[in-house]
């Protein structure tokens, strides 16, 4: 009986993961976002989470994520940045509340409204800050 449940919580928790996805699934607005916001992207990736899609690529030498609502609408892009350029504050924030705890990744995030954001990996949590590094939130990486 143990075995069944441990198998359906399993079962019910994986959608809830990044899924990666194979380009030929991803919707054809989607597809006409990413290439008229990304001409010459490469090494394209697509997933599926939250039921959004995230496209990784490369484009510039750099490597970048964009995050696209069924719809196509572009919702976010994030580039990857050193740890040691987020904003003053978002460090301020993070040594105190996280004491000891290191920042694995940062990225700076262009929301689709136009503001800036960052982003800063830290126990398996992504905290958001502004552009001026103030604490907006956290969510599950």
Same mark, same amino acid.
Not at 5 to 17: C, G, K, N, S
């Given at each position: 009986?143990?075995? &069944?449940?441990?198998?359906?919580?399993?079962?019910? !928790?994986? $959608?809830?993961?990044?899924? #990666?996805?194979?380009?030929?699934? *991803? $919707?054809?607005? *989607? =597809?006409?976002?990413?290439?008229?916001?990304?001409?010459?992207?490469?090494?394209?990736?697509?997933?599926?989470?939250?039921?959004?899609?995230?496209?990784? /690529?490369?484009?510039?030498?750099?490597? +970048?994520?964009?995050?696209?609502?069924?719809?196509?609408?572009?919702?976010?892009?994030?580039? %990857? @940045?050193? &740890?040691? !350029? +987020?904003?003053?504050?978002?460090?301020?924030?993070?040594?105190?509340?996280?004491?000891?705890? =290191? *920042? #694995?990744?940062?990225?700076?995030?262009?929301?689709?409204?136009?503001?800036?954001?960052?982003?800063?990996? *830290? #126990?398996?949590?992504?905290? @958001?800050?502004?552009?001026? %590094?103030? /604490?907006?939130? !956290?969510? #599950?990486?």
């Amino acid at each position: 009986m143990n075995k &069944i449940i441990i198998i359906a919580f399993i079962l019910a !928790t994986v $959608p809830a993961f990044a899924q #990666k996805l194979d380009a030929s699934k *991803v $919707p054809a607005p *989607v =597809k006409k976002t990413f290439t008229e916001n990304f001409a010459g992207a490469t090494d394209v990736k697509w997933e599926k989470e939250h039921g959004n899609y995230e496209a990784n /690529f490369k484009q510039n030498n750099q490597k +970048l994520s964009a995050t696209f609502a069924e719809s196509g609408a572009l919702m976010e892009t994030e580039q %990857g @940045i050193e &740890i040691n !350029t +987020l904003p003053a504050a978002a460090t301020a924030y993070i040594a105190k509340n996280y004491k000891g705890d =290191k *920042v #694995k990744e940062a990225a700076k995030l262009k929301m689709a409204n136009g503001e800036t954001h960052y982003e800063a990996e *830290v #126990k398996g949590m992504d905290v @958001i800050f502004d552009e001026k %590094g103030n /604490f907006i939130k !956290t969510q #599950k990486d």
